[in-house]
């Protein structure tokens, strides 16, 4: 069987990938912090993990997949505290939408979702351990914190040095009386709000909760063990939360925390990283305003290499429906009665095995979604061809619909025909309200323009009784 490989962020470099026991991959995956709705930008690595996923799949292993959810952390209590209401209220709606997106994006369920709050004393064990071996503290504020002085390795991961990137917002909020500035926070002491909203568990050192990187590192080994074969997120977490993910890790259990770290690029909008902060996020709930089908999101995140930035614009979302489009009709073509029965061609057959193999070693070379896509439209265009000469045979187009099946598998970018039907269907709605608009303001002009771009769609409509109803013709 061909070679799998993926670029480790540890190593720098591209390397031959297997899981440890040779069957099933373990992978954790760092999930949303539920505040707020995930933005496009967080869907793009949640893609990027759901491709991970299924060629994984693809390759013949089992996947087991963990994404934890961040349901307890500065800005989660701030818009508790706010609505006056606990961190659970403000979080359990949040964590519905993440789900209803990631359905509707058609991103595969993780085999876990743990909630940091359901993992307390877990991240309290592992704090004791790191106190045990003395590489953690509690200083004056009664937060107790990583010493990374004392754990030789640390930086490993981000190359500390040769970075870039600049030490997060997210260490700069906390509170410091730490023996090093660098030093991150385990458990933070309790502090009025926490109380108020929740989020402060009682500890052996006092009333507290978990700092933010403790989280992923308890749930981690405690789901998938002490040594995990992948660990995925976007680029900005290699530093400081992976960083620190592999300090805590590594230094209580002495062993490799992950074997691999594979890191996706950001999704910006006019040259940004697409942020709250910044302003510039979109939502999947606008993408269904707009009637972007998720196969056509699908087709846009993966036509960019995932360790490549990738921009928003409505350009290349359309020019992507547009590609889905294609791919449509070409699947409704191949899969529909008439394709069996002309039958195809000796060549068919060899564009469909062409096709697999093409894009099986791009997307075994450490995901090439571009490349692969490239192979899927090449496919498209030779089979239609071949299509056209109704050879005859059926095998050929048996075996050009296992090809496609396969090759769509993973990318998963046919519109299927329900969401079809529902974008008509609000089109429809649509139109129909302007058209009432238009009748109300007796600009009948107007209204027969609209009947008539309906009919132009195949939509016959009928008015009865104050009401218009509306049929295919
Ligand atoms: P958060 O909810 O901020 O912890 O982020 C969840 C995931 O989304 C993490 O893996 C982040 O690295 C990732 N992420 C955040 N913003 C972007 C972006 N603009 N493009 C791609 N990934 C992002
Ligand atoms: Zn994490």
Not at 169 to 196: G, T
Not at 201 to 226: F, I, K, Y
Request: proline share 3%; hydrophobic share 40%.
């Amino acid at each position: 069987m061909s070679d799998f490989r993926l670029y480790n962020t540890l190593s720098r470099q591209v390397e031959s990938f297997a899981p440890s026991d040779g069957t099933t991959v373990r992978m954790y995956t760092c999930g949303p912090t539920v505040y707020n709705p995930a933005h496009l930008g967080n869907f793009r690595t949640f893609l990027f993990e759901d491709l991970m996923r299924r060629v994984l799949a693809l390759r013949g292993w089992k996947v087991h997949q963990v994404m934890n959810l961040t349901d307890v952390d500065d800005k989660i209590i701030k818009r508790a505290q706010e609505q006056g209401k606990t961190i659970t209220q403000v979080t359990e709606p949040v964590i519905q939408i993440f789900h209803r997106d990631r359905e509707y994006l058609r991103i595969q369920p993780a085999e876990a979702y743990p909630k940091a709050t359901d993992f307390i004393p877990q991240m309290i064990t592992l704090v004791e351990r790191l106190v045990e071996r003395g590489v953690a503290y509690q200083a004056e504020d009664r937060s107790v914190y990583f010493a990374i002085a004392r754990f030789p390795t640390y930086g490993k991961l981000s190359r500390l040095d040769t970075r870039e990137i600049k030490s997060g917002a997210r260490v700069i909020q906390d509170d410091y009386s730490k023996e090093n500035a660098q030093d991150f926070a385990l458990w933070k002491a309790a502090k009025p709000e926490d109380e108020a909203t929740g989020a402060a568990w009682d500890s052996p050192w006092g009333r507290g909760r978990p700092g933010w990187h403790l989280e992923c590192s308890a749930m981690a080994m405690d789901l998938l063990g002490e040594t995990l074969d992948l660990h995925c997120g976007g680029i900005d977490l290699i530093f400081p939360h992976h960083e620190d993910e592999i300090a805590q890790s590594e230094a209580a259990t002495g062993v490799t925390f992950s074997r691999v770290w594979c890191h996706g690029a950001f999704l910006l909008t006019d040259g940004a990283k697409m942020a709250k902060r910044v302003g510039n996020v979109a939502s999947v709930q606008v993408l269904r305003e707009e009637k972007f089908s998720a196969a056509a999101l699908r087709h846009f995140v993966f036509n960019t290499h995932y360790r490549k930035e990738l921009n928003l614009s409505d350009k290349a979302l359309e020019a992507s429906r547009q590609a889905v489009r294609r791919i449509g009709d070409f699947a409704d073509r191949l899969n529909g009665e008439s394709a069996l029965a002309l039958g195809g061609t000796a060549e068919l057959g060899t564009a469909a095995d062409e096709a697999v193999a093409a894009a099986e070693k791009a997307l075994f070379d450490d995901l090439n979604g571009p490349e692969a896509l490239a192979a899927l439209f090449d496919f498209v265009r030779r089979a239609n061809a071949e299509l056209d000469r109704m050879g005859g045979d059926r095998a050929s187009v048996e075996r050009a619909r296992a090809a496609f099946a396969r090759i769509n598998g993973v990318l998963d970018i046919v519109p299927d025909r329900e969401s079809a039907d529902a974008v008509l269907e609000s089109w429809i709605e649509e139109l129909l309200a302007l058209r009432r608009d238009a009748r109300a303001r007796r600009d009948f002009a107007e209204s027969d323009r609209i009947r008539d771009e309906l009919k132009g769609r195949g939509v016959v409509i009928e008015d009865a009784g104050g009401e218009t109803r509306w049929k295919l013709e």
